[in-house]
C-alpha cells in the first residue's frame, strides 16, 4: 500500500476580486471541512504552522514570503482584478453596507462624496495603501523597503512570480477551470456568486474625471494587471490547446468497426486511464514511501529574511537586551527588561521615531511599537549620540525571541526611514521555577478561593452571564 500526502493551497485572498466566491469553490473541491476560516491579519508562516492539516489556508496575510515552500507542498496562489473595477466594487460596497461597518469613516465618506472626492479622502488623509494597493502588497513580501515607483513595480513582479497560480477576477469561471486542468483536480460545473457589491456602475459609466483620479492612483496597479493577465492567456490556450489534442488523439485512437459489425462499450467510451507516478505528483499529489518506510520530515519555517536599510543619516550604532534581575539576555517570564538602542544622528531632527518589534521563532511578531505612537519626543542634534530605552516586563513564554528596531520620522517608517534593521539582538526568555503556562503572554492572573456558605444553593457572580438560545 503507498501512501501520499497532499499540498496545500495558500490562497492570498486580496480584497474585492472575487475570492469569497472562490473559497466556495474550494468548499466543493475539498471538502468545507478542508478549508480555513478567512484569516486577517496574521503572517503567512503562522498561518501555514497552525493550519498545516488543511487543504486550503486563506486569508489577507501580512508576513514576507518564506524562502521555504514546504518541501513542495505549499501552493500559493491568488487573483487579481482591474485596480478600476476594484475601486468601484470597493466604493459602492462601502456605500451599499456601512451599516455592517468595519470602518465607520470609510462608510461615511462612501455616502457623503462622489467616488473620486472618496478616493482622494482616504489618499489626503495620509493613508499609503489607498494609491496603488496591489502593488505595495505584493512589493512589500519580497521587502519592506519598496523605494521608488520603478523598484516597487519590479518588486511586485517579482513577488508575483513566486504564486504558481495567478487568476484573473474578470474572467473567473475561466480562472476556475485552468485551476482545476493545472493540478489534476476535477471541474466544478458552477461557479457561485457571494459577496457581490449591489447597485454598482460600470467602468465605462465613469465620468472622466473618476477616471483620471483612479488611474493616476492606480498607475502600478494597472501596469501589475496588464503583467498577469497576457501570462493567464497563455495558460488557458495551453489548456484548450492540451484538451484538444488529448481530445484528437482519442479519436485517432479508436477502433473502426467492420461493416455490419459493433465496437465494445470501451471502445466508444474508453478505459478508466491510471495516472502514472511521475504524472500523479506533477499534479495535485506527492507519493510518498510505501508503508513502513519513514516519510521525508519537511524542514522547518525559517525566519523572516534579515534586511537592513535606510539613508543612515541617524544610524544604530548597538543593541543590547538586559534583564534587571539576570544582567543578561536571558530572562525569566515577568522579569523587567530593558531594551537599549544606541544611535549616531548625522543631522539635525526635531522628533526621531525610534521603534522596536519582537518575533518569535517562527517570525511572528508578538509586540511592537514606537516613541511616535507614546507620545515621546526625541529631539537629534548632528554630531551627538544617543540612547534610548524601552523597558518591559517579559510576560512571555519560554523561547528565543527576535529583536528588530527602527529609526524614522512619523508613525511608520514610510514617511522617512534612517535605519531599519532586522534581528539584530535576540532574548531568551527561560522558565527558572516560574508556573508553567501556555501561550505567548504571561498574563500572570490571580486566583481567590473560598467556600460558600450551605445556605447559598447557586453563586452568584459579578460577571456577565452568557444567555444560551
Same mark, same amino acid.
Given at each position: ?66 524562502? !521555504? &515552500? ?9 487573483? @487579481? ?6 475601486? +468601484? $466594487? *470597493? %466604493? ?55 523605494? !521608488? &515607483? ?9 513577488? @508575483? ?6 487568476? +484573473? $477576477? *474578470? %474572467? ?67 489548456? @484548450? ?7 484528437? $488523439? ?220
Amino acid at each position: 500500500m503507498t501512501l501520499a500526502f497532499q499540498r496545500t493551497f495558500l490562497f492570498d485572498h486580496l480584497p474585492k476580486t472575487g475570492g469569497t466566491a472562490l473559497r466556495l469553490v474550494f468548499h466543493e473541491l475539498f471538502g468545507k471541512e478542508n478549508v480555513t476560516q478567512h484569516l486577517e491579519g496574521r503572517s503567512e508562516i503562522w498561518a501555514v504552522q497552525k493550519f498545516s492539516g488543511f487543504r486550503v489556508i486563506s486569508g489577507h496575510f501580512l508576513s514576507l514570503i518564506p524562502n !521555504d &515552500d514546504r518541501g513542495g507542498r505549499l501552493v500559493r496562489l491568488t487573483v @487579481l482584478r482591474h485596480p478600476i473595477d476594484r475601486a +468601484i $466594487s *470597493e %466604493y459602492f460596497y462601502w456605500r451599499n453596507h456601512s451599516h455592517h461597518g468595519v470602518d465607520d469613516r470609510l462608510g461615511a465618506w462612501a455616502q457623503r462624496y462622489d467616488i473620486a472626492d472618496y478616493f482622494a479622502a482616504r489618499m489626503n488623509s495620509g493613508e499609503a495603501a489607498v494609491t496603488n494597493f496591489c502593488t505595495r502588497h505584493f512589493a512589500s513580501r519580497i521587502s519592506r523597503e519598496p523605494g !521608488d &515607483d520603478e523598484k516597487m513595480i519590479e518588486l511586485a513582479k517579482q513577488s @508575483l512570480g513566486q504564486y504558481k497560480f495567478v487568476g +484573473i $477576477s *474578470e %474572467y473567473l469561471h475561466d480562472t476556475v477551470d485552468v485551476f482545476c486542468w493545472q493540478f489534476g483536480l476535477p471541474p466544478v460545473a458552477v461557479v457561485p456568486h457571494a459577496n457581490v457589491t449591489r447597485s454598482r456602475i460600470r467602468m465605462s459609466d465613469l465620468d472622466s474625471r473618476a477616471v483620471q483620479q483612479l488611474t493616476r492612483m492606480n498607475e502600478l496597479d494597472i501596469q501589475l494587471y496588464e503583467h498577469a493577465l497576457n501570462p493567464f492567456e497563455q495558460k488557458k490556450r495551453r489548456m @484548450l490547446h492540451a484538451l484538444l489534442s488529448d481530445r484528437q $488523439s482519442r479519436r485517432r485512437a479508436r477502433p473502426v468497426p467492420k461493416p455490419g459489425g459493433r465496437l465494445p462499450f470501451s471502445a466508444l467510451f474508453g478505459e478508466p486511464k491510471k495516472k502514472a507516478a511521475s504524472e500523479a505528483a506533477t499534479h495535485d499529489i506527492t507519493m510518498m514511501p510505501a508503508s513502513g518506510a519513514s516519510p521525508p520530515t519537511p524542514p522547518p519555517s525559517p525566519l523572516r529574511k534579515f534586511e537592513t536599510f535606510g539613508d543612515k543619516c541617524v544610524e544604530v550604532t548597538k543593541v543590547c537586551v538586559v534583564g534587571a534581575e539576570s544582567g543578561t539576555n536571558a530572562v525569566v517570564p515577568g522579569e523587567t527588561v530593558s531594551l537599549q538602542i544606541t544611535l549616531a544622528a548625522h543631522i539635525d531632527v526635531p522628533n526621531l521615531t525610534a521603534g522596536i518589534e519582537i518575533s518569535d521563532s517562527f517570525g511572528e511578531v508578538v509586540f511592537g511599537t514606537n516613541t511616535f505612537l507614546r507620545a515621546a519626543i526625541l529631539p537629534l542634534k548632528a554630531g551627538n549620540g544617543y540612547r534610548v530605552a524601552f523597558s518591559f516586563r517579559a510576560n512571555l513564554n519560554r523561547g528565543r525571541y527576535s529583536v528588530g528596531v527602527a529609526l524614522h520620522t512619523g508613525p511608520d517608517h514610510s514617511e522617512r526611514c534612517f535605519h531599519w534593521c532586522d534581528r539584530i539582538a535576540e532574548m531568551d526568555v527561560v522558565q527558572l521555577g516560574e508556573p508553567d503556562f501556555v501561550g505567548y503572554c504571561r498574563l500572570d492572573p490571580k486566583i481567590e478561593w473560598e467556600e460558600l456558605p450551605k445556605s447559598i444553593s447557586t453563586p452568584e457572580c459579578d460577571c456577565p452571564t452568557a444567555v444560551s438560545g
